[in-house]
């Protein structure tokens, strides 16, 4: 589903679609880079019996990157929060509707309160410049994910609550009871 279609503000469209594009490139890239680290890793260890040292700390900065770069996907997405079981004995729609408010409204709220930390983090990360023990990889390259993660995903958060106020705001103006 292609939520960018909710937006009318062409300027904000395009935002939307840069984004997007540029997680899911991070991604791809990222679920190609592991796979291949660690074939690369497996020959050189068991097949030439000559192991490279630093590939298990290279494949952090992948990890991490994918980690927090697929968050931002599924909440992209609106995949990120299920709450099967309490929808169950929601049978009304206008309630059901309330519901996905307060669960973005949650979720936002506690998406900008991580997004908060993450940017202390950052500048932290920043101000210290911390390198790899054995490749010398600034930590900052892998430790900066968190806040810019967290931005996509307080970003979706916000359009997704934005979305859901707005349908709810047309059910109750409509009048319906189902």
Not at 19 to 42: E, G, K, S
Request: include cysteine.
């Amino acid at each position: 589903m292609d939520y960018c279609e909710s937006i009318q503000n062409p300027v904000w469209k395009n935002i939307y679609r840069v984004i997007i594009t540029v997680q899911r490139l991070m991604c791809y890239v990222c679920a190609i880079a592991l796979p291949l680290i660690i074939c690369y890793q497996v020959l050189l260890r068991y097949v030439l019996k000559a192991p490279l040292m630093g590939i298990e700390e290279l494949m952090t900065f992948f990890i991490i990157w994918l980690y927090m770069m697929g968050g931002s996907v599924a909440s992209e997405q609106r995949s990120h929060i299920e709450c099967g079981i309490l929808t169950l004995y929601i049978k009304k729609d206008k309630t059901m509707r309330v519901f996905k408010c307060f669960k973005a409204l949650f979720s936002l709220v506690v998406c900008c309160w991580l997004t908060r930390w993450a940017f202390w983090y950052f500048q932290y990360s920043l101000k210290l410049w911390k390198t790899s023990d054995i490749l010398n990889i600034p930590m900052f390259l892998g430790e900066s994910s968190m806040f810019i993660g967290l931005v996509f995903m307080l970003f979706f958060g916000a359009i997704e609550l934005i979305d859901y106020v707005r349908a709810a705001i047309q059910i109750f103006k409509e009048g319906t009871t189902e």
